[in-house]
């Protein structure tokens, strides 16, 4: 086996001590920065990916390999042309003002992060002005706006009128979800998507950050 | 509380080992507490408090005064004066409750939305005549057709004028915790009477772990200074937040409920409190909330047992309920198995009737149905009694039923007893000729011909128009105080 089967090889398996041991090994053997990403860490994420799609495994596996990726992208960043930024996209995403519930919020934000997105989580309890400041700060494609009270829904649409106030919405995507939510309350506060959980999330949000570049 | 039929989950040594664990937990790493005013009296009552952090440490000494205050004996009252509660339940029954919290309604033709105001008035007008049913929480109405910094206020104005039983007050915002009291008091005149006769008792909640965020820490401040009921939940979600174990999930629950406890009872020594962990788990592949996990629903009796033989606090959780979306076989394994093991476990409350979709749904339908699989469940954990009378030794031992002009079906014995076995309402208990000539309907449809002919009664209960005219007084109080518009 090459040494960047192993390291796909360890990254399905989210071995993560593992991974890291043997991307500074192909680093020390002259491997190519990219190749060791692309050839090696790449294809370890989206098997599991495609795996998880299946149902073959479980989101515990997923976050694991996405952590050992994650160690192995650390070793080789400083190695990478132009800041060795790696991700594909990026998405800022909170749960909305008023509401603490953040289970799914990070499990959105790990999900996403397992599909090569970079990832500003502002935490729970957000308000309205705290989103636009993120994406004039971070630029980001995505907001994804987390809301499990049918009292705090509504905050959902406050924030996407607050960013159009603010001349921000059309800069990005405003995704939004959590238990209460349906698309029929995305379409009626003009979300851009909704869905009813993390992965298809993940891949919504992966679709459309590819689709644009 | 048990009746005769009980499940044992904990041996003495893992019941002990458990207490002893979650003391230690409240000993040494302690809660978080976003609560200025409960911090400083947390501090003057000799707890370790970090004003700064919010950090709250106990000691043995405070938790065993605490739970020797916990009140061995009270009542949680009911506005109609019919369906006082008396804990412990004196006949060894458990108590049940309805689903509270849940965000949509679905009505008898199926149709499922945000529940609306209206539904809250039919919910309660069932509520008061289902006979297995003893107490009722607050639908949870939507910011869409009420204003939304005010759902709980609004929705338990409707409970006090329309509900024959107690009420269990869960609050959203922190600001409308001490409008909630305010408007209790208002239906029985005066604070100093809800006080004697507390016709609603309060949520508070955790956010795991041990942390309390401002509202609950208000709930349990402001309740404990007015004297009104509490009855504090942890809603951990295995795996996502607590441990994966379902063992792990019910420590953490029990341990974030036992410190909500200790706080009240050293605030309020004797203040009525029931410990109320509600325990779920996240399914690893879908990510969903789920309720009916079987590790889970053992992990459940292990917190009753827990409070009630550990520490003789009367513990309740949620008693039905399902993951399932609809009524369908799913939803009926899941929750007579649950209501089953419950009701053979020591649980004081049995929670959660009406609830489909992990109590994200609550429907008339399954509620009608859920009052019946009550009724079942209550003979269960109340057992047979043995002896001469119920063996029918008299004729057994005289050989009367050798006598030729001898039969069953016309011995004194059976005139005694026949009426004894349960016959739930709702069931086929006739041949398959009669089932079709009577209509052929199943139990839901069964359950849909009684919901209307609830509707088409009068209701048995209202608060007379001067205590209502107080609700309204406070509501619109509230309404001037809470809603920004
Ligand atoms: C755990 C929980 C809590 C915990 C939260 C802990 C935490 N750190 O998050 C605690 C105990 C703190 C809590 C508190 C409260 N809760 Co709560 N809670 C729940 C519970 C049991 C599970 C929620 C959860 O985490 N699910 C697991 C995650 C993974 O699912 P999810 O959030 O839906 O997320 C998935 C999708 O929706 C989607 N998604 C989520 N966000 C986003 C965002 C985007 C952009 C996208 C695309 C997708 C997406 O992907 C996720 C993963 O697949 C639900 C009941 C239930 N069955 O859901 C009640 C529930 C939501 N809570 C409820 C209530 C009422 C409350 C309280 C008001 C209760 C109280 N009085 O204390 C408070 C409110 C506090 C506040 N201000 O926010 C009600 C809501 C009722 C309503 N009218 O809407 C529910 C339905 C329970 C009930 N029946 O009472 N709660």
Redesign the pocket.
């Known amino acids: 086996m090459s040494i960047l089967n192993e390291i796909t090889e360890l990254v399905i398996k989210g071995d993560i001590m593992g991974t890291k041991a043997k991307v500074a090994e192909a680093v020390e053997q002259k491997v190519e920065a990219t190749d060791i990403l692309n050839n090696g860490l790449m294809p370890g994420i989206n098997e599991i990916g495609e795996r998880f799609a299946k149902g073959q495994i479980f989101v515990p596996n997923v976050l694991m390999s996405a952590k050992a990726m994650n160690t192995g992208v650390e070793v080789i960043q400083p190695l990478l042309a132009a800041g060795g930024d790696t991700t594909i996209g990026t998405a800022v995403?909170a749960t909305v003002k008023?509401?603490?519930?953040?289970?799914?919020?990070n499990?959105?934000g790990l999900m996403m992060k397992s599909a090569n997105l970079k990832v500003i989580d502002l935490g729970a309890n957000v308000p309205a002005e705290k989103f636009v400041e993120a994406i004039k700060e971070y630029n980001p494609d995505i907001v994804?706006?987390?809301a499990?009270?049918?009292?705090t829904m509504n905050e959902q649409g406050h924030v996407i009128e607050v960013l159009k106030q603010a001349g921000v919405r059309d800069q990005v995507k405003v995704?939004?979800?959590?238990?209460?939510v349906t698309q029929a309350w995305a379409d009626k506060i003009g979300a851009d998507a909704?869905?009813?959980?993390?992965a298809a999330?993940a891949r919504w949000a992966k679709e459309y950050v590819t689709s644009i570049r | 509380m048990v009746g005769r039929v009980k499940y044992e989950v904990l041996s003495d040594q893992e019941l002990q080992y458990l207490k002893s664990r979650m003391e230690q937990l409240l000993i040494e790493r302690g809660i978080h507490l976003d609560h200025e005013e409960l911090l400083s009296e947390l501090d003057k009552l000799g707890c370790a408090v970090d004003m700064e952090k919010k950090d709250v440490r106990f000691t043995k000494e405070l938790i065993d005064r605490a739970v020797a205050a916990v009140p061995k004996k009270f009542t949680l009252y009911s506005p109609s004066g019919k369906y006082d509660l008396e804990f412990p339940n004196p006949t060894g029954s458990f108590y049940t409750r309805t689903n509270?919290?849940?965000?949509n309604y679905r009505t008898i033709n199926g149709d499922t939305h945000y529940t609306t105001l209206e539904e809250v008035d039919e919910w309660y007008k069932i509520t008061n005549v289902m006979e297995n049913l003893d107490y009722v929480t607050l639908p949870?109405t939507s910011g869409e057709y009420v204003p939304g910094d005010a759902v709980d206020v609004y929705t338990l104005e409707k409970a006090l004028k329309h509900s024959a039983k107690h009420i269990w007050i869960?609050?959203?915002e922190s600001d409308n915790v001490q409008w909630l009291i305010d408007m209790a008091a208002a239906a029985v005149g005066g604070l100093e009477n809800l006080q004697k006769k507390p016709i609603v008792s309060f949520?508070s909640?955790g956010?795991?772990s041990l942390t309390f965020k401002h509202?609950?820490a208000e709930v349990l401040y402001r309740c404990a200074k007015a004297k009104v009921p509490v009855q504090p939940c942890s809603?951990p979600?295995a795996g996502?937040?607590t441990p994966v174990t379902a063992q792990g999930t019910a420590f953490v629950a029990c341990a974030e409920v036992f410190a909500q406890i200790v706080i009240l009872e050293l605030l309020c020594p004797g203040l009525p409190v029931i410990a109320t962990p509600l325990l779920?788990s996240?399914d690893m592949q879908s990510?969903y909330?789920l309720q009916s996990n079987t590790e889970i629903t053992i992990a459940r009796l292990i917190c009753m047992e827990l409070f009630e033989r550990g520490y003789n606090i009367r513990a309740h959780s949620y008693g039905t309920g399902t993951d399932s979306v609809v009524l369908d076989a799913q939803n009926f394994i899941e929750r007579t198995n649950l209501i089953d093991a419950m009701a053979m476990s020591e649980a004081s409350v049995l929670g959660g009737a009406g609830q489909l979709e992990?109590?994200?749904t609550i429907s008339p339908v399954q509620l009608i149905i859920d009052n019946e699989i009550f009724g079942i469940a209550r003979r269960i954990r109340r057992g047979l009694d043995v002896n001469d009378e119920t063996l029918d030794w008299e004729d057994l031992i005289s050989g009367a039923d050798r006598d030729p002009s001898f039969s069953f079906l016309t011995s004194e014995h059976t005139f005694r007893h026949f009426t004894e076995p349960h016959r739930p309402d709702m069931f086929n208990r006739d041949s398959p000729v009669n089932w079709e000539l009577a209509g052929s309907k199943t139990l839901a449809e069964k359950a849909v011909e009684k919901f209307h002919a609830i509707m088409a009664a009068e209701d048995v209960y209202a608060l007379p128009a001067d205590k209502a005219a107080e609700v309204e007084k406070v509501l619109k109080q509230a309404h001037a105080a809470l809603v920004k518009e």
Request: with cysteine.
């Open positions: 995403i008023g509401d603490l519930h953040d289970i799914g919020k499990l959105v994804g706006l987390s499990l009270l049918t009292t995704m939004i979800g959590g238990a209460p909704f869905t009813a959980d993390a999330a | 509270t919290g849940a965000p949870s869960q609050p959203y949520i909640c956010v795991p509202m609950d809603l979600t996502a937040n779920f996240m990510t909330t992990t109590a994200k």
